[in-house]
């Protein structure tokens, strides 16, 4: 069974998850006009990809017997497309170092699902943390 810590965990990674996905919503809506429609869309994009990953957390947590956080963690709203898009790489900084702290906790545990899913998330968000590093040499 999963240890209190790495349900613990999971409610922070759903917490961080919620936040990227609203923040990069209200995002994709405020760049609105300062960009090419292939900026917008991109962080929309990427938006959907971070609901699906809280999604699939929440369901993991609800079958290790946790109860699912529905509060984000605190959401960063840029002022300009510059400061938009490093807000949110910084949010998959912060994505990325948690997730690397899960990984090793499910390992240790044996939770070898667990590890899986977020195996699989963390490589997602080095994408988008490359996505943005791209975007933010052209802005
Ligand atoms: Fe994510
Ligand atoms: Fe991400």
Redesign the pocket.
Known sequence: MASEKLMNLLNQ?IS??LS??IQYMWHHVMAIGMRSPEVRDKIREISI??M???EKIAERLDYLGGVPSTKPTPIEIGTNLEDIIQKNKAK?EG?IKL?RDIIKVASDEGDTTTRLLFEE?LS??EE?HNDFSTLLEGS
């Open positions: 990674a961080q998850e990227a996905s990809v971070e699906k990953h809280a998959e994505a997730y998330i997602e968000e988008h």
